[in-house]
């Protein structure tokens, strides 16, 4: 069967809906979403696992989707990413130095995350490594409740490497707007180096604020990354992707003004059934081509981290 005309599904759990997107081929099948009640997910972390459990469970049934092999995105809140440079060792010894690294490198306890990672670029003496790390206590939560809810996984994502698939460039910037946080990402060189997400409260922060606080964000890591890679700056001519549930065209106005900086939508190149927002499905969309875009032309992305693997690396005692 050509890989092409498989149906692949993705999920996305955001505070306030759960996303799902299937796609058969390049169209899009079904895209559709389901309400979570306020409280079952605290500070982005899953706090009821059977409410969330059952939504999801609801909306694949509405859906007429299977539960099987879906693609899920875990939020970034929390998590931590960094690009190391190890010597070039024998492969039996390689994952103890990433250990080693990361324990080193990653500002917060071990013992507190998941950590995985992929091996990049290498030259004879040495290995570049992307490193990420996880919350425990927030991957536990999202796998009891996809477990709960009766869903296999063929990956487990983060929210803000799907998205950088969407980057049209090898470089590029990312604004996530959400109900409930704000997230940037930079993107160098196919690389998210940097990630970032902020909890901010749903009910007492207008959009405009959201906004502010995004913009904020995007001048202090874009003032940091080129001040300590002079090699790789972003200059004001590059454009922002701007995604999430509360994007709409006044908002999509007011980042650019905020910013200073061109803003594009997201680029999803699906056949989309009338009235779909590549804004609300970008985290989706991103998982998806996960799967495809890498075999498409015009492919930057090149991170492609599965979050289960994480489960199997140990801190030492």
Known sequence: MNIFQKTITSLNIEADSVKLLSVKGSTVIKACEAPITRGYIKNTVIDNPQGVADIISDL?????????????????FRSVSRLITLPRISRGRIDEAVMWAAEREMPVPLDTMYVTWQFLDNTDSEQNVFLLGVPRDAFSQLVKTLWAAGVSTKAIDTKLIALSRLISNESGIIIDLESDSVSVVLQIGGIPVVMQTAVVEAKNTINEDKVKRAADDLYRVIEYHNK?????SLNKDTSIHLTGSIVNEDIVEFVRQSTGRTVMLPSIPLNVPDGFSPYRYAVNAGLIFRETKSRQAGYHSIINLDIRNAERFLIRD
């Open 60 to 76: 694949c049934k509405q859906a007429k989707v299977s539960r099987q092999d879906l693609l899920v995105a875990m939020n970034n």
């Open 228 to 232: 300590t890679h002079p090699e790789q």
